[in-house]
């Protein structure tokens, strides 16, 4: 899993992850929520605001703008 605390673009570097999560910040409140992702208590939300490529790769897309999972 890898998460990306302040910004999305740090997922570029590990396009094979099984699972990318992005807090865009570390205040305590992003952390709890954070927490309560990995362990499964709180199930994760939104979409991204920006598109992320796939390193070295211009015009690619690892992510498009608005992609974004939920359960």
């Known amino acids: 899993i890898i998460v990306s605390v302040r910004s999305p673009y740090d997922s570029m570097w590990f396009p094979a992850a099984p699972a990318h999560i992005a807090t865009y910040g570390s205040a305590p409140a ?17 979409k991204l605001p920006v598109r992320i490529p796939y390193p070295g790769q211009r015009g690619s897309a690892l992510f498009a703008f608005g992609a974004g999972k939920e359960w």
């Open 30 to 46: 992003s952390m709890r929520g954070l927490a309560g992702i990995l362990d499964g208590r709180i199930g994760p939300i939104g």
